[in-house]
């Protein structure tokens, strides 16, 4: 019984604001790597700036190679984003702390984004703001924090 009330639990604002937060940081997850496959000669600039030795020559292996990470990367961020954030949605604590240290590993991942070069900072400068805004949303609003209080409840397993 105190399961099923466990479920109903109503989501609070500040974590239904989780939702399309995700839907915009999805998007700029989507709009990086698209942006560098597009004007791959930014994204060579790119490369040699941080890599004056490299031979030109393979150059255009190195910006494909920057692609696939890219694209992979981001894809994979998007499947953990999303995942974690519908489980947190369901009241599951483990999720909540899942996505705060998925969120903060993006954000000082971005870092790598922006010494790339200031051709990226319209992508890392709104995610990182998006990330550090739903870690906020989970961890200080004080109807956030008795979502996810125990409060006699247990936890279902295969959360």
Known sequence: MAAQSHQQKAVPLPLRLLVPA???LL??????????????GSTGA???????ALDPADLGFAVN????YTFALHAVSAVLAVWFTVKALKARRWARIALTGYLVLATLGSFASAAAGPEYY???IPTDAIQLAMIAALWL???????FAVSGH???RGG
Request: glycine content about 4%; proline content about 10%; charged content about 20%.
């Open 141 to 147: 609003p004080g109807p956030a924090r008795r979502f």
């Open 22 to 24: 995700l839907i915009v």
């Open 154 to 156: 247990r936890e279902g």
């Open 46 to 52: 790119s490369i040699m700036r941080d890599n004056p």
């Open 122 to 124: 319209w992508a890392v």
């Open 65 to 68: 190679a920057a692609l696939v």
């Open 27 to 40: 998007a700029l997850y989507v709009a990086l790597p698209v942006a560098m496959a597009v004007d791959r």
